[in-house]
């Protein structure tokens, strides 16, 4: 069967796709690409000099040149689709991005693998499965996306993220590298927790026995910040204002919320504190 998208009258090399099914066997699915050579050359280095190598043993149709290709039918055309003139297929799940970039990268289609780098560290894929984003491009040596993946994993929380088989293909190294950013992000985050001297509470503070202890507040604030920053190093829960309204319910003190809310500029500043510690790998 031919490719309808490719299957210029004008081509000068075919690509087979894979079409094996279970034992190995030909299943009658495989695809022939109808290409070009000088695109194929132009697009990837490693086509460049193997169509330059005579090729004995290539299979004939019709005196263009067949190449066996290992990949089925839906890559190779994926792949055609980003080195041709034609809009690129979008991307839909991290399953088909890992194998394009596989594929690329066998290949040496470097302006292929410079697209998905650019897709792989998409908010879709960040914000969905941050740990997958960062065993991904711990496997291919992809140090820049490696960082923005690591530094989205610090909302999700490693403990919470699923296990996929992307972590198989993870170094030890690498999952070390980023469970250490977190312990070390989390250790320094929970060290800013520290009340300045003048935030008080008219009701908390207002007996001379009480007058230098911090409002009763932030024991409940201070302790579930903790928590979260252990599970989560990241400023945005901790200075939401529905965690900082559970500290004051919890108190137990009627003023205790008034102290909170002129308390805000506290609150920025550790938003900022927090904000500023390395986040990546």
């Known amino acids: 069967m031919s490719s309808s998208l490719f299957s210029s009258r004008d081509a000068d090399l075919i690509l087979h796709s894979n079409s094996s099914g279970e034992g190995g066997q030909e299943d009658g699915s495989s695809i022939n690409f109808l290409v070009h050579r000088c695109v194929l050359s132009t697009a990837s280095p490693f086509f460049e000099a193997m169509l330059s190598l005579p090729q004995p043993n290539a299979e004939r149709n019709s005196d263009i040149p067949v190449i066996p290709m290992a990949e089925d039918g839906s890559v190779v055309e994926t792949i055609l689709r980003h080195i041709y003139p034609l809009p690129n297929p979008p991307v839909e799940t991290l399953d088909e991005l890992a194998q394009m970039l596989e594929v690329a990268r066998k290949y040496d289609f470097t302006s292929v693998s410079n697209h998905l780098r650019q897709t792989l560290v998409a908010a879709q894929f960040l914000e969905a499965c941050p740990l997958r984003v960062y065993a991904i491009a711990s496997r291919y040596d992809l140090d820049e996306e490696a960082k923005v993946a690591s530094k989205a994993t610090l909302c999700a ?91 004051a319910l919890a108190s137990g003190c009627e003023r205790c919320a008034g102290s909170i809310l002129s308390s805000c500029w506290f609150f920025d500043q550790l938003r900022q504190k927090i904000d500023t510690l390395p986040a990546t790998v």
């Open 157 to 247: 929380g490693l403990d919470k993220m699923p296990l996929h088989d992307d972590l198989k293909s993870m170094s030890g190294f690498a999952y070390h590298r980023l469970l250490q950013l977190h312990k070390r992000r989390a250790r320094d985050a929970v060290a800013l927790l520290e009340l300045p001297d003048d935030v008080r509470c008219m009701s908390c503070n207002g007996r001379r026995d009480t007058v230098n202890q911090p409002p009763r507040w932030w024991a409940h604030y201070k302790e579930a910040a903790k928590e979260e920053l252990l599970a989560r190093p990241t400023s945005d829960i901790i200075c939401s204002l529905s965690f900082i309204q559970r500290a």
